[in-house]
């Protein structure tokens, strides 16, 4: 036992040569909010950065690649007898680009513009289709009769023969009776382009 445990007194702590223990108890230095942000948007940032080196290197891998069936293809082709390989292969969006560009040659407008200039009294277009493979445009009429709906076509192919080039040319595919006395039609029209000679 310390002897010293039951003094109380500052002479005894003296005789028994003992100092005072003063604790200076040191708080642990916590982050703040501002450096976790930082530390957050570094790691960030850092992230993005080897994501980015990460899909550059894919794109080398592919160029890479690339360049070598180039050159396989002229060391190939450069051979004397022998015939160069295809290795164009065609784009995954090539389908669509060529819908698309169809979509851009095709003159619909003006199949649009004889529609509305083309009124017939009792005559309805109540649906419009373009159709880019056929060069076609699809136009469902509602009629109050079967001559009302003829007049109508009569006056969308007024003024172009047959044979003229470069015109919509307009033909009935179905009439139909509707249960309220009415008709239904549905209209073709083909966009004819002049044969090449």
Known sequence: MDPCDSCESEPARKYFNMKPVRAEFIRPNRPTRKQWQFALALATLLAAAVAGLGWQYGKLEVLKQLNTQSLLAQQASKAPGSVSPQFAVAPPYLESALELQEERTLPWPSALAALENSAIVGVTPTAIELQLKEHALRVELAGSDPQSLLDYVDALNAGTAPQTPEA??????????????????????????????
Request: proline residues 7%; charged residues 10%; aromatic residues 10%.
């Open 168 to 197: 919509w040319h307009w033909g009935i595919r179905q009439i139909q009776r509707t249960p309220n006395g009415g008709q239904t039609a549905v209209l073709i029209g083909v966009w004819q382009q002049p044969t090449a000679r």
